[in-house]
């Protein structure tokens, strides 16, 4: 059903504003920009289960599927998605990979399930046979705490299995996964939303800015930008809409990891929290056009396909249209 993807897209010229940027032909001969959305949640509260998150009441508490995603307005097509498993149940791993059997335009999955728990390995044999399951996620606390416990017998697993970890949590976070990269420095790992930094109009936190430049000495550790209209509108606040608020702590983190080790996330729905999803991929485009023409396929796609080795699908190209339309 899928073959490994070595990003076999040719390149050619495509442009946003007045800076020229690089662009796929997909099979349909429509040029456009690879976009490799590789944060997104789906989930249906209306199964017999009903879900764990999110929780009844929240604006997000509705059926969110990938045809969702694909009817949204965008400046630019997403091409493909790489979905963050959100439920703490064991069997919506499987939920997940079943959801994708059957739609191309996921080209993989990152899965929920504990390190340190005694049913660890037997799960990651079961998913981990599908080659649409390409790693977990867990918190920063966790992080620490098998560090702490020295126990890092799942972790080495995963990385023996090419898998990646995500990792989650608070500005702080980074200095876990600086850790962690030294101590198992054949485990990819990707710091999502860019470790939750509260983005404000004052200068970027130092303590942050320091974390993520000691994560980045590690090679196989990535950082996901996404979450950042989430970032901005904390406590209330309008995310703004101009990408010089964000600048300073785009910045840091490009300083850091530079070209080759930054991915493109939404982090949808939960965006929608900050603003609609038009307004954060504008933002990322905008910013992406700035730093060179060579910049954007590796930011949209291919350094994704280093950090997750997510699979190409036959068939994504027409899948990128919702199947109602």
Request: proline content about 8%; some cysteine.
């Amino acid at each position: 059903m899928t073959t490994r993807r070595a990003f076999l897209g040719h390149a050619v010229a495509g442009a946003l504003g007045t800076v020229a940027l690089g662009a796929a032909k997909s099979d349909t001969g429509v040029e456009t920009l690879e976009i490799i959305d590789c944060h997104t949640h789906f989930y249906d509260p209306t199964r017999p289960q009903g879900v764990p998150w999110p929780g009844k009441g929240t604006p997000l508490y509705r059926t969110v599927l990938p045809d969702d995603l694909k009817r949204l307005p965008k400046p630019k097509p997403v091409t493909g998605t790489v979905i963050v498993e959100a439920s703490k149940w064991v069997e919506d791993n499987q939920w997940l990979l079943d959801l994708a059997k059957d739609d191309p335009f996921i080209v993989g999955i990152v899965g929920h399930l504990t390190p340190g728990e005694p049913a660890f390995k037997d799960h990651l044999a079961r998913f981990g046979k599908n080659d649409l399951y390409r790693g977990i996620r867990v918190r920063d606390k966790q992080v620490l705490e098998l560090l702490e416990k020295d126990d890092l017998a799942d972790l080495k697993r995963m990385a023996d299995a090419d898998l990646s970890l995500d990792v989650n949590g608070g500005p702080t976070g980074p200095y876990a996964v600086a850790r962690l990269a030294e101590r198992l420095p054949s485990l990819r790992i990707v710091i999502n939303h860019i470790a939750n930094v509260p983005i404000t109009a004052e200068a970027p936190p130092s303590e942050w800015a320091e974390g993520l430049r000691k994560a980045s000495k590690g090679p196989n550790v990535f950082c996901k930008v996404s979450a950042l209209v989430e970032g901005a509108s904390r406590g209330g606040r309008t995310a703004p809409r101009e990408l010089a608020f964000y600048k300073p702590y785009l910045d840091v983190v490009w300083d850091a990891f530079g070209e080759n080790r930054l991915i493109y996330g939404s982090n949808w729905p939960v965006s929608d929290r900050g603003a609609e999803y038009h307004v954060l991929e504008q933002l990322v485009l905008d910013d992406v056009a700035e730093r060179g023409s060579e910049v954007a396929p590796k930011f949209f796609s291919q350094n994704a396909i280093r950090a997750y080795k997510w699979v190409e699908r036959p068939g994504r190209s027409e899948a990128i249209v919702p199947k109602s339309a």
